[in-house]
């Protein structure tokens, strides 16, 4: 008799996977949380970022019997850098490889000028990028930069900064990857901001904001001396139109008036000659008469 071996079939689970970048958890099927660690998912953040369209790697780690996802890559998507870029601007994109406190990070930063300018500006900018970023990712997590990248943090100030050589229409990371993890020895010193410098910069935000403010009023009112000018001049164009109807009607009416006496002196001219004729006509029927008369 053929011994009957019996075939047990496990189910798949879902098995639950904490995100904390974007504060939400997904769901992945296995069969136990060790057996989706080191899986990668890619998340698609253009709704949760509001039409920026970002496209984010995180890979699944076990801690505390736990899954959590960190991020591994965040990329930008082509078309949405496609739709920012007009005509007459120029652009200026880099691919740099720098520390943060725990990995190598490749960074790809990508800026859009207002206006088209030199290689020379280009060149400025792209130099002053890779140093404002070496200095301010050298100082922070992996976590800390991927936050700061997707909540428009790390943008801001380097837009503020990048203003003095050249205003930007868009400043962007387009690329950030963790490539490596970083030995002892690579992991850069963290420097301690002091706090006159924090106050400083705080200085300098409040100026740069009293700047805008002093901007935005010279804007107004330059908007009210021209609407005030504008007015002016229609008011002096209506002024000058009426005036104009005004000289027009006088002319017309001595056009007339010089028409009415020129009608009436010919007519007065043909009365009189009318009469003259009559009176001829009226001598020379008189003169006939007397003539017959005397024939008699």
Known sequence: MVKQTKVVIRRKKFQEVDVPLIKSKIELIGDSISDIEGKTIKLDLTR???????????????????????????????????????????YVEESLQMPSQESMLVVKPFLITRNRVSRAVRKALRNRTKNWLEDYISQMTDKEVFDEVLSNRLQK????????????SLCEIRVLEIKRPLEKSEIPKKVAKKIEEKKK????????????????????????KTQKEAAEKEELDEKEKKKDVKEMKEEINEEEDKEV???????????????DDKDDKDDKDDKKKKEKEDKK
């Open 261 to 275: 006496k020129k009608v009436k002196k010919e007519t007065k001219k043909k009365k009189k000659d009318d009469k």
């Open 157 to 168: 100030p380097l837009s503020l900064v990048l203003k003095k050589t050249y205003p930007l």
């Open 201 to 224: 910069d705080e200085g300098f935000i409040d100026q740069m904001a009293e700047i805008e403010a002093e901007k935005v009023k010279a804007a107004e009112d330059e908007m009210k």
């Open 48 to 90: 949760q970022l509001k039409g920026k369209s970002t496209e984010v790697v995180v890979k699944v780690m076990i801690e505390k019997d736990k899954a959590i996802a960190h991020p591994v890559k965040m990329k930008l998507m082509s078309y949405f850098i496609r739709r920012m870029i007009r005509k007459k601007i120029s």
